[in-house]
């Protein structure tokens, strides 16, 4: 772990963020804090303790639920991927709520004798297939799914979801109409077949801001609870529709020191494959910091970074560890100064979505391939 890299977290910005997400859902509506992929790069173990009014945790894995068990979380954990077969008794056994979507699932569990999930109930969460084409089980399955959950000894369906497929992307919400109309159908057939889970949960961040109407017990917020937007198109919505809009704070910065200061003369090349020359004599500054680190090769000659609350132009390619800057205007710049990869100095901020423009993605993908190896240090009062 490189002390020369490193990740700052707000420390109230995350708790600021369920608060104003709070405020677009219906009066006691759960929020479950997503957290999985290391809490979409920002560490699982700063962030849940610092979401500290989350009421549920949402994770992918079992390995992700079981982490969050060791940090001595009690709070209701949703593992929202598969789960191995052989691995389901251990899943119960730590009281993680499962996803379930797959009949070989509910045979598994079948199996499962109680010393094994330590006299725990299996609580379990159906998952329906509306239109994402992912997990989920389809409409014409859901009655047997059903009945063969009914025959599980211990068994509990606590919860029915669905995912939305295009509800952040666009300005055109018909898919998602039909997907709300498909999932109500969903419900209508569960309902006709004796089952009323408690936990109905359909929405994203977007949904969150945008559809009342897929509120109903609890929400699963996850880039919305990191203070990022899911897209243009959802904020552009949410100012036209009416709605509360969030003020939402970003929880996340990205910092590195300046390793090397030196004057290169015109004409010289930097980096691999001579992709930049110099046009006059140039200062730069190596900054320890690539894209095994998260800080993608796409930014080469191509983004900017902070230094001393000014902009520095990263020249040539991101290699594996390094990448340079130049700082010739910058005549302040010493050795092991701050630098700013995301995040704001002075008057100047490089978001996320600023990141993600450059390197040609989503700002969900910058910050959750920051390495996991990088020290997440909490900030702020």
Known sequence: ???????????GAPDHNLTELRRCAAPGVKM????????????????????ASADWFGVNCLEEG???????????????????????????????????YNLESLEALAWLDRERRKGRPIRVHLKVETGTGRQGVLAEEIEGFA???RGLADAELVGVSTHFAN??????????????????????????????????????????ILFPETHHALVRAGIGVYGLWPSRETYLSALLGHRPVPALQPVLSWKTRIAQLKCLPEGSFVGYGCTFRTTRATRVAVLPVGYADGYDRALGNTAHVLVHG????????????????DV????????????????????????????????????????????????????GA
């Open 32 to 51: 479950c804090a997503v957290v999985k992929s290391n809490a979409y790069g920002h560490g699982v173990a700063r962030m849940v303790e610092l979401l």
């Open 328 to 379: 010739t205007d910058i005549p302040q710049a010493r050795l092991e100064d701050e630098v700013v990869l995301l995040g704001s100095s002075g008057e100047e901020r490089i978001s996320a979505e600023t990141l993600a423009t450059w390197a040609g993605t989503i700002n969900y993908e910058v910050v959750t391939r920051i390495s996991p190896l990088l020290e997440r240090r909490v900030v």
């Open 1 to 11: 772990m490189s002390s020369l890299v490193w990740v700052e977290l707000e420390r």
């Open 167 to 208: 509800i952040e992307d666009t300005l055109n919400h018909g898919y998602a109409e039909r997907q709300i109309a498909q999932f109500r159908h969903a419900r209508e057939i569960l309902q006709s077949l004796g089952f009323d889970p408690p936990l109905v949960h359909t929405a994203c961040t977007a949904a969150v």
């Open 310 to 325: 000014k902009r520095a132009a990263l020249i040539g390619r991101v290699s594996m560890n390094m990448c340079v800057a």
């Open 66 to 100: 079981l982490e969050i068990r060791a940090l001595g979380e009690k709070r209701p954990v949703l593992v929202l991927g598969h789960v191995p077969l052989s691995a389901l008794g251990e899943a119960v056994a730590h009281d993680l709520d499962l996803t379930l």
């Open 147 to 149: 009945r063969k959950l």
